[in-house]
């Protein structure tokens, strides 16, 4: 369990937050300077509030109040940062050698063969980084923040500096690594795909401050968050089920308590569970039952609630089958439609649309 509270006066506004987070990943979301790396360098050690107490199961690593301030080195805190930082003179063996030995031997819960394994260096073990591609000096970042055993392991967006395919590679290794050692993970991220695919608890954070704490599903679907979240990035978090893959076209198609989905193809297997964004403004409204169109998903629902602003756009929530499904269109069309609260309407949404 990590609490932390924290206070810091900044150059452009005050730092003022308060989280807790528990076993999984509690990723810190907001836009870019939103003060979420100077909160997670408060937690390491980096950086010293102004105010405040952190704690990690009881044991304190800072109170103001009674002035503690535990060094870096004491705080069992592991660290991956956004480009690495491997030390350059060291194979990648050496460079996990040296994580590991910054643990106690008695506070060791893994093994270098464990880590090896878990992220697939065993045929790195004997280059050195400079012979390594981006997405390879993050796994091995990250081993070397694991084999020190941490309390927590702290990573302060490590997937911007890499390309798609490195990212999707390293995002499996993160799910790996979360499912089998179970280490508390904080991870700070403005990638809204990396929120849906990874947390477990959101704390979304604007000009210093928590805007909003929750599951992934409840914050990123609120529409009163549209600012600190971005206009467009409205939407709907699904938990869905793989039911089954068209190899010829490169589709899945996936169950839900709505209905079924066809989506690009997704790297998992018949059965597994995935988390899946649907961006409110990729949701078009029909009256009547469609035919003849491109769309794939067309799923029958009520509008659960309409908020017409004064620009030119309209918020819906869809009832689809008890999922709350966000929609955002023009108030123009929600007129011409003469939509309101109950009226029975099919959700239409592009497969191409579709991201995990």
């Avoid at 981006?134 to 990250?142: D, H, L, N, P, S």
């Avoid at 649907?278 to 003849?292: E, G, K, N, W, Y």
């Amino acid at each position: 369990m990590l609490n932390v509270r924290v206070i810091k006066q900044l150059t452009s506004f005050d730092l003022d937050t308060e989280f807790t987070s528990e076993a999984g990943i509690t990723a810190l979301f907001g836009r870019s300077g939103a003060g979420k790396t100077t909160l997670i360098n408060a937690i390491a050690g980096l950086v010293r509030p102004d105010a405040g107490r952190i704690e990690i199961n009881g044991d304190c690593l800072f109170d103001s109040a009674r002035g503690v301030d535990l060094p870096v080195e004491r705080r069992r805190v592991g660290y991956v940062f956004q480009e690495g930082r491997l030390f350059p003179h060291l194979t990648v063996h050496g460079n996990l050698n040296y994580g590991y030995a910054l643990a106690q031997p008695a506070q060791r819960y893994v093994e270098l063969k464990q880590v090896v394994d878990l992220l697939g260096l065993g045929h790195l073990l004997e280059r050195r980084p400079a012979n390594l591609s981006g997405g390879e000096k993050q796994r091995v970042a990250i081993g070397r923040a694991l084999l020190a055993s941490p309390r927590v392991l702290l990573m302060d967006e490590p997937l911007a500096a890499l390309d798609h395919l490195r990212k999707n590679e390293i995002l499996r290794y993160i799910e790996c690594l979360h499912a089998e050692i179970k280490v508390p993970i904080v991870y700070v991220t403005h990638a809204v795909e990396e929120i849906v695919r990874l947390a477990d608890v959101v704390v979304l954070m604007a000009a210093g401050k928590v805007v909003a704490t929750g599951k992934p599903g409840d914050v990123m679907g609120r529409t009163d968050l549209r600012a600190p979240t971005g206009i467009f990035e409205g939407g709907t978090v699904i938990e869905a089920r793989v039911v089954s893959h068209d190899l010829h076209y490169d589709l899945t198609t996936l169950e839900f308590s709505g209905g079924a989905l066809t989506v690009p193809g997704v790297d998992a297997l018949p059965g597994e569970s995935i988390r899946l964004r649907v961006r409110a403004r990729d949701v078009s409204i029909a009256l009547t039952l469609p035919q003849d169109v491109s769309l794939l998903n067309v799923l029958p629902g009520r509008v659960a609630t309409l908020t017409a602003g004064t620009g030119s756009s309209c918020d819906l929530r869809l009832d689809v089958g008890g999922v709350n499904l966000a929609a955002r269109i023009t108030r123009l069309s929600a007129d011409r439609l003469k939509l309101a609260v109950g009226t029975e309407v099919y959700a239409l949404i592009k497969a191409i649309s579709l991201d995990r």
